[in-house]
């Protein structure tokens, strides 16, 4: 929960992703340990942690950039 963690439909289970706020600029690094989200509209769901450290806990979602750093297995 408050790991540096997300969930993403497709990619491999412990793939680490540079996720960034296009909003503010502040990105981090986490690894994807779940499946999800389930609404369409999103393409990643991120832990608190990830959420807290992208400065996004207030309005809920952002407008994020991803770069797969690698590959999980």
Partial sequence: MHGLTAAHRSFPFNTKVKVTNNDNGRACIIRVNDRGPFK???????????????????????????????WGE
């Fill in 40 to 70: 369409l509209e999103r393409i990643m769901d991120l832990s608190l942690g990830a959420a807290e450290a992208l400065d996004m806990m207030k309005t809920g979602t952002a407008n994020v950039t991803l770069e797969v750093l690698e």
